[in-house]
């Protein structure tokens, strides 16, 4: 045997194993082709994991938080953060596992002359995982009485991210508000997405006198400050609205703006696309212009469509924020991360307790995943591109 046919039959399971791969992305789907292609960007995958966790915080938000979020502790009003020990000092001179926070011991700051929050090492407050606490309900209808981690015994101080001016835990409330925060994202992008392929195909389908009346809508929409807007808008609002009538009027007036990207878009497509013999088949077949547009002509781009609805959550949270923030969106006792910052508008209050930014935190994580996920999905959505 000689040495080139040697390395022809070293080479041939490398390959076939080639051509097996090519003989996949030949027979392979759309989605399939998208879900290969999106496993390539891994940054959108850790993006996607951490969205997730996001989701999952929020939705079990009453088992995560270790307090109810609207619940007062006056007496540790502005309490520090507490550190998580894992180990504490034996009788013995030796040390033994015990998870715990160190309680707080109460100054008085001769300069500020107030009073002042400092750990006390010899108070030791033990804790533990699924710990018992007070009855309520899971997810608003799974009745529990086991928190995932807090004090073994009730009534001790456990502030792992601080406390606000009233004495509740900012880590409670920070679970809480990613439940409103986040899912107001997802309202609003349903009703953008309704708007915009609705409004967008009649527009690119019809043409003529209807397409020049919707896009003068949305020449004049994408023309108004949408501050101003806003806050015009939100001052309609009634104070005697019940805080859930205010959180889906609030998403009603965000999605009132986002639906115009999209429909500009889904117009183009639309006219490129009324001419394809698809749609004249289905003309030809009996079926009405709506289900043309919603079940022939909209699905055809739906990729597009799902990176397109992934990039403008980041931007309907960040509007939530904006808006709650400056006091004319969501309003207590809502808790939402927008309302969570409006602690932080007192520079006094910031000083003296930096942890009231932590909600800060949680939407520039929040608004870089979905901004890296939606990435990922726009490139996925053309798998065909190099």
């Known amino acids: 045997m000689t040495m080139d046919q040697t390395s022809s039959r070293a080479a041939d399971p490398e390959d076939r194993a080639q051509e097996k791969q090519v003989d996949r992305a030949d027979v392979a789907g759309q989605w399939q082709l998208m879900w290969w292609r999106f496993k390539r960007h891994r940054l959108a995958m850790v993006s996607a994991i951490i969205v997730l966790l996001i989701y999952l915080v929020a939705l079990f938000a009453e088992f995560l938080a270790p307090e109810p979020p609207g619940e007062t502790h006056t007496r540790y009003t502005y309490a520090p953060p ?18 715990h926070v160190n309680g707080y011991t109460v100054e008085i700051d001769p300069v500020a002359v107030r009073r002042t929050f400092v750990s006390d090492p010899d108070a030791i ?15 608003g209808f799974i009745p529990m009485q086991h928190k995932l981690i807090g ?4 009534g001790e101080p456990f502030y792992l991210l601080g406390a606000d001016r009233l004495g509740r835990d900012m880590l409670s409330r920070i679970i809480h508000g990613a439940r409103v925060s986040m899912s107001i994202g997802l309202v609003g992008v349903a009703v953008s997405l309704f708007l915009g392929v609705l409004l967008g195909g009649i527009s690119g389908y019809y043409g003529g006198r209807t397409d020049t009346i919707i896009q003068r809508v949305i020449e004049f929409l994408k023309a108004i400050p949408t501050i101003p807007l806003w806050m015009g808008l939100a001052a309609a609002i009634p104070l005697a609205w019940s ?28 006219l490129s696309m009324k001419t394809e013999d698809f749609v004249a088949a289905a003309r030809l077949d009996g079926a009405g212009e709506l289900r043309i547009i919603m079940r022939h002509m909209a ?9 397109t609805l992934t ?31 409006q602690e932080a508008q007192n520079v006094r209050a ?16 929040s608004v870089l995943a979905l901004n890296f996920l939606g990435d990922g999905l726009r490139d996925a959505a053309d798998p065909y591109a190099h």
Request: hydrophobic share 55%; aromatic share 10%; glycine share 8%.
């Open 299 to 307: 699905p055809s781009f739906v990729s597009h469509i799902i990176a």
């Open 151 to 154: 004090p073994i015994e009730p």
């Open 311 to 341: 990039l403008a959550i980041p931007a309907m949270i960040l509007a939530e924020t904006a808006l709650s923030f400056l006091g004319i969106g969501l309003r207590p006792p809502v808790v939402s991360w927008g309302v969570l910052l």
């Open 125 to 139: 407050i033990p804790i533990g995982l699924f710990v018992r606490s007070e009855p309520y309900l899971l997810m």
């Open 243 to 270: 805080p859930l009538t205010v959180y889906f009027v609030i998403t009603v007036l965000i999605s009132l703006i986002g639906w115009t990207s999209l429909a500009r878009e889904v117009r183009g497509r639309f």
């Open 82 to 99: 507490q550190a998580i020990g894992l180990f504490v000092a034996d009788e013995d001179g030796g040390s033994r596992f015990l998870p």
């Open 350 to 365: 910031v000083a003296t307790a930096p942890w009231l930014l932590t909600p800060g935190l949680a939407v520039v994580v």
